[in-house]
């Protein structure tokens, strides 16, 4: 069992950033999922539905590890899985009035918020590059997902709530993953999101199981591929990477949003959107440009607080 923790937790910094780009690529494919399933169940029901599933199985899964779960990774679990809720219970509902293209813009905004809360609360001092980086990506993702003129909206509102959220869920995340055991920590906020999503669905909605095939699909790829596997991982990854980096990683998001729309449903960019996708890139780059290389390999990246 030694040897297994060992293998399991023990990732250098670049694994740990590739490993979040996995985990990117899967949420780039939640967006046409998430659009399936609201066209047969409604808002607080899916997410009950998909995150629900997700703890179920990730449960079976690792039912010995989970049973030694302590109270301070069920108390961290709970706040996270509350946070997760606010996430997408605001994008699901600012979709209602907003369009998909400022969505992903304004939900993408995380990779701005993450860096800020993290100078303002801990009084950190940014470094240029990574700064650099971030004005890079967020250009390219409002290149890569604005169409038009962004107005104010109400769901535009919703979906910066959803950014600010999910910032805070990234530091938190961090915080929990150096005294909590952070598989059974992303298994359990698994839960405790499903539960939350389940008791206002009961207040708000009607629970009901999904009418369809495509219902079906997408509360599958949902539950395993963008859940199970995303959030579970992903304390397991920060814990050896930094916040804003995994933050600007995240950024790549409506890329691969975008790369899974041309392949599945032939959506084709125009040529700005190509040239956002390509900034957002160059922004990953220019944030892991280090002169001194050798230093930066040898030193743990999630205690480097230079940033």
């Not at 700064?131 to 979906?159: K, M, R, Y």
């Not at 910066?160 to 990234?170: D, M, P, Q």
């Not at 199981?209 to 509360?219: A, L």
């Not at 440009?289 to 607080?305: M, P, T």
């Amino acid at each position: 069992m030694l040897l297994y923790e060992k293998e399991w937790y023990r990732l250098k910094p670049l694994k740990a950033d590739l490993l979040i780009l996995m985990i990117t690529m899967c949420w780039g494919s939640s967006y046409i999922f998430m659009k399936l399933g609201l066209d047969s169940i409604e808002e607080f029901n899916l997410i009950a539905l998909r995150f629900g599933l997700a703890f179920i199985v990730s449960a079976a899964l690792f039912y010995k590890r989970l049973r030694r779960a302590n109270l301070k990774t069920v108390k961290y679990s709970a706040l996270l899985g509350f946070i997760l809720f606010g996430v997408f219970a605001s994008i699901m509902f600012g979709l209602k009035t907003t369009t998909t293209s400022n969505a992903g813009f304004l939900v993408s905004l995380t990779v701005i918020f993450v860096p800020l809360i993290y100078v303002i609360v801990f009084k950190k001092r940014l470094e240029i590059r990574l700064l650099t980086g971030v004005c890079l990506a967020i250009t390219g993702i409002g290149l890569l997902t604005l169409n038009g003129e962004l107005s104010i909206q109400p769901g535009d509102f919703l979906c910066i709530l959803a950014a600010l959220l999910y910032a805070i869920h990234i530091l938190v995340t961090s915080s929990a993953a150096k005294v909590t055991d952070t598989l059974n920590l992303g298994i359990l906020q698994l839960g405790f999101t499903g539960a939350y999503g389940l008791l206002f669905s009961i207040i708000f909605e009607t629970p009901v199981f999904p009418r369809s095939s495509d219902g079906w699909i997408s509360v599958f790829a949902l539950s395993i591929v963008c859940s199970a596997f995303g959030f579970i991982l992903q304390p397991v990854a920060q814990k050896y990477t930094t916040p804003a980096r995994t933050g600007l990683i995240f950024a790549l998001e409506p890329v691969f949003a975008a790369l899974f729309g041309f392949w599945f449903a032939r959506e084709i960019l125009p040529l700005k959107g190509y040239v956002g996708a390509a900034l957002v890139m160059v922004g990953i780059v220019a944030s892991e440009w280090n002169g001194n290389r050798k230093k930066s390999l040898n030193n743990n990246l999630f205690n480097d607080h230079r940033y």
